[in-house]
């Protein structure tokens, strides 16, 4: 029997102190704060028969993975499709000067593929196979799938059939968030959404996302 679940976990606060957008940038690990809310993170499932770990290749996917690994003795498995989506305006500051920029503005002129970055079908479309693999790749129990805010909530909007496109200051998936789904009549479908490190997320900044 294939795995009865999969929960897509989003990565714990990263140590930014530029506030740029991240997005696949090398030496974006996880802050003290993240490290604590990953760590939260694995009480959500405490008790689950989790018999798989999967995570973006990316440093602070991987650091967010280990609590669950040491919890659940597993070893990370590291899948390239659950990564950050490829973004233009990397390294950047996020804010009013930046769209404001002429220079900036051909980047700007379709939000629904986005132009800036990977499309959202292609994103939603990874995930989607990853799940399926990581669901078949095992007996039995669950998985757990350390990813990124958008790339999880492609998978949401796309099971949902909710259009790709979309204001990302209305996405449900904080730090650290599960995002669980479980396989019915032949398709994914949302099962539950919990936020288990919410009282550090107060006190968390979350400027880098994609």
Known sequence: MPADLVHLVRHGEVHNPGHVLYGRLEGFGLSDLGHRMAAAAVTGLAGH?????YASPLQRA?????PWAEAFGLDIRTDERLIEPTNRFEGKRMNG???A???NWHLLRNPRVPSWGEPFVDIAARMLAAMHEAREAVDAGEVVMVSHQLPIWMVHRALAGEPLHHDPRRRRCSLSSLTSFAWVDGRFAESGYQEPSADLVTESTDLGAV
């Open 49 to 53: 028969p989790v018999t798989a770990l």
């Open 62 to 66: 991987q650091e967010s993975a280990a």
């Open 97 to 99: 000067r930046t769209i």
């Open 101 to 103: 920029d002429p220079r």
